[in-house]
């Protein structure tokens, strides 16, 4: 989805109460927004409930909120507020989750085995990186968040992103690396 048709649900919702549009928004976003605050806060269920709880939110306040210009922004910089005040609230009582598993990609656009299999180990390799790697790789690749936008979102500098990204590819090539080696 593109951010003029975001600006449009987001005007609709705001002008007009358009339930329709908040429930495209929703749909957008949630996997999005629990993906990301799953790794700041450290659990899916803690995360689901914090997106949950944004969204209810933004429903509520949404008269409020006129002055939002992107909402995306402002989406992923509500969960990480959120996010931070969980891991504040539940410091001594937090839990590692296990790993969970992947939703499985988009069925239809993954053309072989072999790309299955590499997206998997992507995956895999994703989780290896270090939790603010992880996030910062997945905010400018997968939701294609500038710099900028990810340095004012983490409330870090935009030098730390770049150097946490370029930390991240190289981790990553260095994993994905003997993958495309060929078999003998």
Sequence with gaps: MEDAEINTLWQSVIGDDDQLAFRALFDYFYNRLVRFATDLAGTREAAEEIVSDVFVQLWKNRKQTVGVIRLKTYLYTAVRNRSYNYIRDHQQHRWLGLEEIEEPAVAGLLPSLEWKELQQSL??????????????????????????????????????????????????????????????
Excluded: H
């Design 123 to 184: 995956d895999a390799a994703v989780e290896r990186l270090s939790p603010q790697g992880r996030t910062i790789f997945r905010m400018v690749r997968e939701e294609g968040f500038k710099y900028k936008e990810v340095a004012t979102i983490l409330d870090i500098s935009p030098r730390t992103v770049e150097t946490q990204l370029v930390r991240a590819i190289a981790r990553l090539r260095q994993v994905l690396q003997p993958l495309q080696q060929p078999e003998k």
